[in-house]
């Protein structure tokens, strides 16, 4: 069985939620950290191993507060892996006056092929 | 002792809210994010553009924490720089200056004109065939985006200078506004 991944939000990284069994998939908070491929190197490996005993459904959800350009790139990472993998779809939350969090979902879907859901919060 | 009471008309007049002078690190990035942040907050800034202020204050920050020089170490500390945040009737002015490689002058210039000559699609579309290029993050960490993300999310041209400082370094200076009325 994969190990559920549970990390607490803090002021420069957001709160993670990687849980196979009870099905939940979630970055939200911000997203600064100093050195973004460190942070995001255990989420990447974890997908990694999620990838062929997937859920039949994967739905991720980002609720990203602030994130920073290195972390986008981190970001598009894990778009990239969840296109691998079968059923997956994307919930991207953005503040209802934050357009520019709206924007930063909608570039991300039109770089990967996934389907994407947006909502306000 | 008079230049305390100078350096405080100066911050006065030029309308600043918050300077710092010194090393830059992750924590002094957050303890700076975090003064302006309360800042903003004490006198009800709009979210949308404390949002705006935050973001670009971040790339600023991190751009300084990543890419400055260190000067005479031992006089000034490691990558010593400035940073401050001037607030004015209509926007806010995020600036910082620090200390880069002669070297360096000549393909920042270029970067910075060519990102002040592109319109918003233009800076849209240089944004995304950055980030989908392979390659994961530049051995300092960055992604290549800073500049860009801050232009953008200003939607007005960067301000720059490049003063000589000697043989070796130059002063790199580097200005960004803030509307503070959200509608465009």
Known sequence: ?121 | MKYIYDLHKTMLNQNLILVYEGEFTQEITKSVLAMAERNMDSFGEEAAVKRKVFNIMVECLQNVSKHAFSYETDTYGKNSAIFMIGKHQDEYVITSGNAILNEEVDGLFAKLQSINQLDKEGLKELYKSIIKRPGGLTEKGGAGLGLIDMARKSGNKLGFSFEPINEKITFFSLSTKVSRSTKE
Not at chain 1, 8 to 33: H, M, Y
Not at chain 1, 81 to 106: N, P, R
């Open chain 1, 1 to 121: 069985m994969l190990e559920a991944i549970y990390l607490d939000g803090t002021e420069d990284t957001p709160k993670i939620v990687l849980d196979k069994a009870n099905n939940a998939f979630e970055i939200s908070g911000r997203s600064l950290p100093e050195d973004a491929a460190e942070f995001y190197e255990p989420i990447l490996n974890w997908l990694e191993k999620y990838e062929g005993q997937e859920n039949p459904k994967t739905n991720f959800m980002f609720k990203l507060e602030y994130f920073n350009t290195a972390s986008s790139k981190l970001i598009l990472d894990i778009l990239s892996k969840l296109e691998t993998i079968e059923g997956a779809s994307v919930t991207w939350f953005y503040h209802e006056d934050d357009e520019d969090m709206e924007e930063a979902g909608e570039e991300f879907s039109e770089l990967v092929d996934i389907p994407f859901d947006f909502k306000t919060y």
